[in-house]
T-cell receptor, first 113, second 111 residues
Framework: DAGVIQSPRHEVTEMGQEVTLRCKPI?????LFWYRQTMMRGLELLIY????????DSGMPEDRFSAKMPNASFSTLKIQPSEPRDSAVYFC???????????FGSGTRLTVV | GIQVEQSPPDLILQEGANSTLRCNFS?????LQWFHQNPWGQLINLFY???GTKQNGRLSATTVATERYSLLYISSSQTTDSGVYFC?????????????FGKGTKLSVKP
């Protein structure tokens, strides 16, 4: 298996623009997680899905953030409009269940200028 | 919510040395994982270990759930072991799916 695949690896955008991050989980993993890593807050969960259904989005910072999982092999995290404080590394992870190990993708480093 | 404390925050070793990293948590857990974030930023899952002991090569981990701590042992360290080691837990009575990360231990292995 190729692991969890994220794209793009790096994204530089101007404040106010829409940003879409993409994730392909490991086939057969029923859970998909979006995490954000910053120096100030460390790694924090934004949202997770079970069988394509959002279960807990309490970590999504505000309405500018949205996430979808239209099918078992694809998820997106969208920021509209983007702000400089959104600059961070965004990780996607997948797992067979919540009491199993999580496999992380390589992350997307987002810079909003 | 559950608190996760890792120690030490920083560790510098000479190649070949052994080390022990500690993770304390404040409540019962049903998921505990150790991760290595390498200098390129990749997060690699080392162990899923909510209880008991596991070994994988030069690395081993032990979780004593009743005493709310976990230890990661690195033996015969190599420069490629450098990076940040994270402990992450899921509170048994909390939001399932929310793996809470500690602040990490930054390890530097010198040749």
């Amino acid at each position: 298996d190729a692991g969890v695949i994220q794209s793009p690896r790096h994204e530089v955008t101007e404040m106010g623009q829409e940003v879409t991050l993409r994730c392909k989980p490991i086939s057969g993993h029923d859970y998909l997680f979006w995490y954000r890593q910053t120096m100030m807050r460390g790694l924090e969960l934004l949202i997770y899905f079970n069988n394509n259904v959002p279960i807990d989005d309490s970590g999504m910072p505000e309405d500018r953030f949205s996430a979808k999982m239209p099918n078992a092999s694809f998820s997106t995290l969208k920021i509209q409009p983007s702000e400089p404080r959104d600059s961070a590394v965004y990780f996607c992870a997948s797992s067979p269940g919540v009491t199993y190990g999580y496999t992380f993708g390589s992350g997307t480093r987002l810079t909003v200028v | 919510g559950i608190q996760v404390e890792q120690s030490p925050p920083d560790l510098i070793l000479q190649e070949g040395a052994n080390s022990t990293l500690r993770c304390n948590f404040s409540d019962s857990v049903n998921n505990l994982q150790w991760f290595h974030q390498n200098p390129w930023g990749q997060l690699i899952n080392l162990f899923y270990i909510p209880s008991g002991t596991k070994q994988n090569g030069r690395l081993s981990a032990t979780t004593v759930a009743t005493e709310r701590y976990s230890l990661l042992y690195i033996s015969s360290s190599q420069t490629t072991d450098s990076g940040v080691y994270f402990c992450a837990v899921m509170n048994y009575g909390g939001s399932q799916g929310n793996l809470i990360f500690g602040k990490g231990t930054k390890l530097s292995v010198k040749p």
